[in-house]
């Protein structure tokens, strides 16, 4: 048994430790069930788990949830929509998420792959000093190409 000051008291049967425990207007818990003998403490338990959820809380808070952005282009961007776009990946990047460009051939514009593989790695390019390429750019169904950045 362990006392409401954090010493140990030894081997105490379990009558008197509750006995103890109610001497002191505390919670007699049991701390490791498994342990021959099993170890209980003495404590408050409702400011115990109050504490305990306070911390569980406050981890969550520190912690940042990954998400994924979608940006759409064509091959046909225009340098002013680029650069907004551009904006948008490195404020994303950032803030800690991943972006996924998706870059839509639309009619005959399929023909021309090359245009749209110009586009993306144009992106790469202008935003190599935060982000990085994750995987390859890539084809996915017929007219769309994808590529994902995520931070360096």
Do not use: W
């Amino acid at each position: 048994m362990v006392d409401e000051n954090g010493e140990q008291v030894g081997i105490v049967p379990t009558p008197d430790a509750l006995r103890r425990a109610e001497q002191a207007e505390l919670d007699l818990v049991e701390v490791a069930p498994l342990a021959k003998p099993p170890v209980c403490r003495i404590m408050d338990y409702g400011k115990f788990r109050y504490e305990l959820q306070k911390r569980e809380k406050s981890s969550k808070k520190k912690g940042h949830q990954t998400q994924i952005k979608k940006i759409r282009v064509s091959p046909k961007i225009e340098d002013h929509d680029f650069n907004v776009k551009l904006r948008s990946i490195r404020s994303f990047i950032e803030a800690g998420d991943k972006v996924k460009i998706t870059l839509m051939f639309k009619g005959r514009m399929i023909t021309h792959k090359e245009l749209g593989r110009e586009v993306m790695d144009k992106f790469v390019a202008e935003s190599a000093d935060v982000a990085k390429l994750e995987g390859d750019i890539m084809m996915e169904g017929h007219r769309n190409m994808v590529m994902t950045l995520m931070k360096k």
